[in-house]
């Protein structure tokens, strides 16, 4: 039998020169040889540049020739045929995609071919092929597409390459749409299956390391709107659909770039991995991009110009895809229902639920219904969505969305009537993004839309992140946010204005990649947009304060000693007042949450309550009287002295347990917990032995794992700590250390496991965390505070250069160290055997891990207790850290383990 398709002559297979090889023996040597020049001359041909739907038709043909000679090894009668199927039915194979086969016999078994079947198998695996096998019976291959829906696709697409041509028209019949998975139920199981898919995604096409395959508006989601729409219509292509109202050229140019785009990712990727490979992960980003010529500018990174142009696409793909279900779903699904249409104004009704124009001019004879159609989606949610028919007329007509219409009061009225409106307003933001109309009627969104961060820290593109920071926002008056945030809820129910918090949500990241700080950007681009849509002065005012310093509150609570009250007096100064402080704090939260979801948890929570509840205070009192630091101090020592002498302590056993531990033990911890150590202390047998106490620390509910230790005249408690804790897979959030001049030491650490949560009742864990530390704690060596965990594979990516910087802090009591470095294992431990070298006396550490990066600072003072005021000790301190720890995550990013750290 002939092949039922004509392959086109491939200029690199000489295909007569393969025959006469094969005639000489060796078969598999002969096979594997034309793979290999094959594959090496078409993926050349990639590297160079050639249009990548050119190769991947062309390897699939290739293939083609090579199973047609495979084939023609064995004897076969006419009651069998060789089917391609899938995506290698559709003649598409990219370098190390199944090869998906289909052996279809006419009857059922038993049958004279499966020795050769089996032989035939065997061969194809021989010469190291990647296949995809089924041997069916034309009634088998009914069963199975009548019980599952990707069966019934696969055989869709299948082609005969040798064999009775016969066979397969037969089993198409018998599994098309008039006896198996109609129309309309093929509809509905392809859009559940595709519902499915984008659920495992987060619903967005944004995803930090997304699949090219199966993530939103991926190549999956293009073939799906091919198989629902050929099966409907009943064609092989969707060029046949041209003018029927399906799609139309504009639309199909656009599916086919997208595509186009799509697959040459993919074929990266595949080379890339050498094996079928899907997940455009970071490491592969960065090759990608500098494969495809993207170049780091002064503005962004060329992986960022990139995964812009990626998420540009798939944006577009998703866009496409939503217009292209829509219509078919009004076409298939709803095309017999009763029409139920509902007048809303001149310019729309609804049909069925789903909101459309009065007519195909509404938009050409009044813009601004543009904008009001998303207004009046947001007022009534029983509204579904948008015809596909009035998505087009959006897509077709956006270009009115000019300078003369955003200085149309009129339109900004509306803009501002959609901040207001009870309904959802992140959907139809999105919606707005989607349909590119928010992008141009903010300019400036439009830059953002798509623009990736290559980092952990940031989960999402800029524009994604700003509308879920708008979506935490409208959350908070829901009863299970009001539980979680119980005074962010109370906070935004009595904001006057909380159309104000949107819009300094908004724009709160608008002017990230344009170089230079992107909060004084988008402080000039809030005050243009307010003072053109008509805000009050004393509003333009509060939205430019709240997008600069928007990451004020979080670096304070994050870095800063918000214990010390000088702090809080600082912090209270820039703030000013207590309506700042409200929106500045559920801004605050909001971004934190919306940045990524694994950022937030109890101990970042409780220090921004904390220092929202402690300013409050201070702007009550007035700014003009700021708390007594020392008057502080008293208290607490006299509650606390207070409390042991109920349980029998007496004031000068206390004072002979703390002797003089500086005054910030007393700022930084609650009277009842200082207690509650001095009476361990006073209990412990041995006074040589550490006293460590492992609990939950939080009034109402726990925030994280306090660990209180405390020694008598042990040595470099911090590197010794840090090492154990992270073995212990504990992730240190504040380090609190206490040294009297008596050599007593009172160190605490606030700890959450790897799941960022506290070890809560797990006494099995507490037992374990307390018994590792005595004994590191007891009995220390040289192996002690050497971490030898391994680097998570997503981190190594990322080897940035380690930043420090040194200043004294506003107390001048002590020196601030920061250091800016990936996030490595043992890194604080190795931070305290420098500072261990050096001398130095650590007082407090504040960890801030920020995805693949830490903001650590810490307050040093020399053995004398002073600041660090030696300008060349200072360098050589910094060039220490910074060397050290860029050495080692340069051998650890190549997959060396140091054999030798620093002691």
């Not at 046949?240 to 139309?248: A, S, T, V």
């Not at 408690?717 to 504040?734: C, E, G, R, Y």
């Not at 864990?765 to 060596?781: G, H, I, N």
């Not at 200043?807 to 601030?816: K, P, Q, R, V, Y």
Request: net charge negative; charged share 25%; aromatic share 8%.
């Amino acid at each position: 039998m002939t092949a039922e398709h004509l392959r086109q002559p491939l200029l690199f297979f000489d295909e007569q020169r393969f025959i006469r090889r094969l005639a000489e023996g060796g078969a598999l040597t002969v096979f594997k040889d034309a793979i290999a020049a094959a594959s090496g001359h078409l993926n050349n041909r990639f590297l160079e540049g050639e249009q990548v739907s050119t190769l991947v038709f062309e390897r699939a043909t290739f293939m083609d020739c090579i199973l047609l000679h495979a084939w023609h090894r064995f004897r076969w009668g006419d009651d069998i045929a060789l089917l391609a199927v899938g995506g290698y039915g559709r003649g598409e194979l990219h370098p190390h995609s199944d090869i998906d086969i289909l052996i279809l016999l006419g009857h059922d078994e038993p049958h004279p071919y499966q020795s050769n079947i089996e032989r035939f198998l065997t061969f194809l695996w021989d010469i190291q092929l990647v296949v995809g096998q089924s041997v069916r019976s034309i009634r088998q291959c009914v069963e199975e597409a009548e019980a599952d829906i990707t069966v019934a696709t696969n055989l869709m697409e299948c082609r005969t390459l040798v064999g009775n041509p016969a066979l397969r028209l037969d089993m198409l019949q018998r599994t098309g749409p008039d006896n198996i998975w109609p129309s309309d139920a093929f509809f509905r199981a392809k859009r559940a299956e595709q519902i499915g898919r984008h659920r495992k995604y987060g619903y967005t096409e944004y995803n930090l390391e997304p699949n090219v395959k199966e993530g939103p508006g991926g190549l999956r989601d293009i073939q799906t709107i091919k198989w629902v729409a050929c099966r409907h219509f009943q064609v092989n292509a969707l060029s046949e659909l041209m003018g029927q109202g399906f799609i139309n050229e504009e639309e199909l140019d656009l599916l086919r770039s997208g595509e186009e785009f799509l697959w040459k990712v993919r074929y990266g990727l595949h080379l890339l991995a050498g094996r079928s490979e899907e997940r455009l992960l970071f490491d592969n980003q960065r090759k990608l991009a500098s494969q495809f010529g993207y170049r780091d500018s002064e503005q962004r990174l060329g992986v960022e110009q990139f995964m812009h142009r990626y998420y540009r696409v798939v944006l577009s793909m998703r866009e496409l895809n939503d217009v292209l279900l829509q219509y078919l779903d009004e076409n298939i699904l709803r095309k017999d229902q009763a029409r139920q249409v509902r007048p809303i104004n001149e310019h729309f009704q609804v049909r069925d639920d789903y909101i459309e124009t009065v007519d195909d001019k509404v938009f050409e004879r009044d813009p601004s219904a543009l904008l009001e159609l998303f207004v009046l989606l947001a007022e009534d949610p029983s509204i579904l969505g948008i015809r596909a028919a009035t998505i087009r007329q959006l897509q077709l007509h956006r270009y009115l969305i000019d300078d003369a219409f955003r200085a149309d009061p009129r339109n900004q009225e509306l803009f501002m009537r959609l901040f207001s409106c009870s309904g959802k307003l992140t959907l139809q933001l999105q919606r707005m993004t989607r349909y590119g109309i928010l992008g141009r009627y903010l300019p400036e969104f439009g830059r953002i839309t798509g623009q990736p961060q290559h980092d952990l820290f940031h989960l999402y593109p800029v524009d994604v992140h700003t509308l879920q920071v708008i979506r935490n926002m409208r959350r908070l008056d829901r009863p299970e946010e009001t539980q979680q945030l119980p005074v962010a809820g109370h906070i935004y129910k009595n904001l006057q204005k909380p159309e104000l918090l949107f819009i300094a949500g908004l724009f709160h990241d608008i002017g990230k990649g344009r170089g230079g700080d992107h909060s004084m950007l988008g402080a000039v681009d809030v005050v243009a947009f307010a003072e053109r849509h008509g805000l009050p002065s004393q509003e333009v005012r509060l939205l430019k304060w709240l997008v600069e310093k928007h990451l004020l509150m979080s670096s304070v609570s994050q870095r800063e000693d918000i214990s010390d009250p000088d702090v809080i007096q600082h912090f209270a100064t820039l703030v000013g007042d207590q309506i700042r402080l409200d929106y500045l704090f559920l801004l605050t939260i909001c971004d934190i949450r919306g940045t990524n979801p694994t950022l937030w948890n109890s101990w970042r929570a409780s220090l921004l309550e904390t220092l929202y509840q402690r300013t409050r205070r201070a702007l009550q009192r007035g700014l003009e009287n700021p708390a007594s630091r020392s008057e502080w101090v008293a208290g607490t020592r006299s509650e606390a002295l207070a409390i042991l002498a109920t349980e029998g302590i007496d004031a000068a056993t206390t004072q002979a347990i703390w002797g003089d531990v500086d005054e910030d033990f007393f700022l930084r911890e609650r009277a009842a917990v200082i207690a509650s150590w001095v009476r361990a202390i006073h209990d412990s047998r041995n006074p040589e032995e550490p006293v460590i106490l492992v609990e939950e620390a939080g009034l109402e509910q726990a925030i994280a794992t306090r660990i209180f230790i405390h020694t008598t005249g042990l040595q470099h408690v911090f590197p010794i700590t840090a090492a154990t804790l992270d073995q212990l897979s504990l992730n240190i959030q504040d380090a609190r250390l206490h040294t009297a001049s008596n050599g007593h030491t009172f160190d605490v650490f606030y700890v959450l496991g790897d799941d960022g949560r506290p070890l809560g009742d797990d006494s099995d864990r507490v037992a374990e965390v307390f018994y590792v530390l005595s004994k590191a704690l007891r009995a220390p060596t040289s192996d002690t505070v050497v971490v030898r965990r391994r680097t998570p594979l997503r981190l190594k990516h990322f080897n940035l250069k380690t930043r420090t910087f040194l200043h004294n802090d506003t107390s001048g009591n002590f020196t601030a160290l920061e250091v800016i470095t990936p996030d490595r294992p043992g890194l604080l431990a190795h931070l305290g055997r420098i500072f261990m070298r050096f001398g130095l006396r650590l007082h407090s550490a504040r960890i801030a891990t920020l995805g693949e990066r830490v903001e650590d600072v810490f307050y040093l003072t020399d053995q004398h207790y002073q600041p660090l005021s030696d300008p060349d000790f200072c360098q050589q301190l910094q060039t220490a850290i910074c060397s050290e720890l860029d050495a080692r995550n340069a051998q650890d990013a190549a997959g060396a383990t140091p054999r030798h750290q620093p002691t």
